[in-house]
């Protein structure tokens, strides 16, 4: 860890925030043009400190963490704290040039990771481009002093990132991919803590490895940081129990396999109980539309002791890469603890409801230009049939210095024409509108937001991440959601709380949460395909009664965007 003096105005402005006995943890980050060998080939790519994966963030429950970034490289970059809610400082969540400006060559800013009731594993990503494809690291949030997990102490912890590789230059990826129109192409490889595995050419040096006792239990923290795939986990001849989620404990949860979204972490212990010898951990795709298989990326359990370890180890098996059941049903069967220590606030009563269809769509090209899209169209993405259009200064700033002209607050509540939303679409369905519109909520508003996936352009899952709150996943299922039937079978004694969650192809997923928290949130789906295409929207959380309830001001050293 680096350890820098917190000036004396982010104590004045911070400590009313921090939990009792909280304490300010501090650290470098410096963005820098490094050089990675892997896959046979060399490539130039943004890290943090020479790392990529980046450095694990490791703090108490409360805690403020200050990160102090340089940027050192050749590209501009901004920092998303995944899943913190940053409690009246929305100033310091990330998104580029929705909250702020980016952090140009040459330049720094100081975030500081304001903590409050998170719990467990989340992450730290780059938000602007797709930089966020090498930068990244896990943000693990450890319970108060004196606190205990709710379950047995692990013998040792593991953070455990999947991530990808690419040979090409990652923004040449992003330029040519929305120049054509077209889908990307695929990354090269899958990684396990920023190492491919031993399956893939010239990499059997580059396997990640965990060498465990026999009788003993392990925490691992999987986050899947991947740029557009959802993804199946496995140990092989082990069964996990799933702990936690997002930052939030779960009931106990055995299974056999994994699913988990990008943006998504699980928390699982590991009973190391079988015979000693050495056994793949791996991940491989899991895709309902299309292929994007880049391989199985695979690291290794060693258990310790006298053995001859195996020449060849057994892959896992897998569900099939496009078994929507199989996904469906392990994010299904998550449930909050909902004990004394850990309960569950879902709202039992709704103020606002809203309904948000989530597409991927097609606009014809001119007739001078070519693209790859279905049909010779290009592909974009919608909420409700807007895809988001980023301004050039920050939809924040905008809002807090009252700045004309950057956005409009008409993002609209439900669909703006109502269809068979995953039956036959029409052509006239898959062109959207453009716009940067937000949806001002009133504090403390009580919401619940059905989002509905569209078999617009063949249909897919869709990711959705919330920043600045989490929510309660109340249900979920595939087909049409209809509001007379399925609000009777919800769970609202012992939902999951998250802040990403999968909305399965041709399905929708229903969640609430309390929107108290003011400032100007980002809401988007993460694949990034996706969000480049324009599926994101904007809330804006007004301020509420009381200094608590009041958006701080902005810090003095925020990036310009001029």
Not at 83 to 99: A, I
Request: hydrophobic share 35%; net charge negative.
């Amino acid at each position: 860890m680096n350890v820098f003096i917190l000036p004396f105005v982010s104590v004045v402005l911070l400590c009313s925030v921090l939990a009792t006995d909280a304490a300010i943890r501090n650290y470098k980050f410096v963005l820098e043009d490094t050089v990675y060998t892997k896959l046979c080939s060399n490539s130039t790519i943004l890290t943090i400190n020479g790392q990529s994966p980046g450095p694990t963030i490791v703090a108490r429950k409360g805690d403020l963490v200050n990160v102090d970034l340089v940027n050192n490289a050749s590209h501009h970059v901004t920092i998303h704290w995944h899943g913190v809610k940053m409690p009246r400082y929305p100033w310091w969540d990330g998104p580029e040039f929705v909250t702020q400006c980016p952090i140009k060559p040459g330049q720094r800013f100081k975030y500081s990771i304001v903590l409050s009731d998170e719990e467990g594993t989340l992450w730290w990503h780059a938000h602007n481009d797709w930089s966020r494809a090498t930068v990244y690291g896990a943000l693990v949030i450890l319970p108060e002093k004196g606190d205990n997990y709710p379950f047995p102490t692990p013998a040792a912890e593991f953070p455990l990132l999947i991530g990808e590789w690419w040979k090409a230059d990652i923004q040449e990826v992003m330029e040519e991919f929305l120049k054509s129109g077209g889908d990307p192409n695929n990354s090269d490889a899958f990684l396990l803590n920023g190492q491919p595995g031993d399956l893939y050419p010239c990499s059997k040096q580059d396997t990640f490895k965990v060498t465990v006792e026999f009788g003993k239990t392990y925490l691992f923290r999987l986050v899947n940081s991947i740029m557009n795939n959802i993804m199946f986990f496995k140990i092989a001849n082990h069964n996990i129990t799933v702990v936690g989620s997002d930052a939030s404990y779960t009931k106990h949860l055995d299974s056999d396999y994994i699913t988990i979204s990008p943006g998504q972490t699980i928390d699982f212990l590991l009973h190391a109980n079988q015979t000693p010898s050495h056994y793949y951990m791996a991940a491989r795709v899991y895709a309902s539309s299309g292929i994007f298989d880049t391989g199985i990326t695979t690291g290794i359990i060693e258990y310790a002791g006298n053995y001859t370890p195996p020449t060849n180890l057994t892959v896992p098996d897998f569900p099939d890469f496009n078994d929507t059941h199989a996904s469906v049903n392990f994010t299904n069967q998550l449930k909050s603890l909902a004990d004394k220590k850990h309960p569950v606030d879902v709202p039992q009563t709704v103020d606002k409801t809203l309904f948000f269809t989530v597409s991927v769509n097609l606009r014809n090209c001119s007739s001078n230009t070519s693209c790859e899209g279905p049909g010779g169209g290009r592909l974009l993405a919608s909420v409700n049939n807007i895809t988001l259009l980023l301004p050039n200064t920050s939809i924040l700033e905008a809002y807090y210095n009252n700045i004309p002209g950057v956005y409009t607050p008409d993002f609209p509540e439900s669909p703006l024409y109502q269809f068979n939303y995953t039956g036959p679409i029409t052509p006239n369905l898959q062109d959207p509108e453009n716009g940067t519109r937000v949806l001002v909520l009133e504090h403390n508003t009580n919401v619940e937001l059905v989002f509905q996936a569209t078999n617009i352009v063949g249909g897919i899952d869709h990711p959705m991440h919330l920043h600045g709150h989490s929510f309660y996943v109340v249900g979920s299922d595939l087909g049409n959601f209809d509001q007379n039937v399925h609000p009777q079978n919800y769970n609202l004694k012992d939902p999951p709380l998250m802040e990403t969650i999968a909305v399965p192809r041709n399905g929708w997923t229903a969640i609430r949460f309390k929107a108290n928290n003011p400032g100007v949130w980002f809401m988007h789906c993460h694949f990034e395909r996706h969000v480049s295409w324009g599926m994101g929207m904007t809330f804006i959380i007004k301020n509420g009664k009381g200094r608590n309830a009041q958006m701080a001001p902005p810090p003095p050293d925020m990036p310009k965007c001029t």
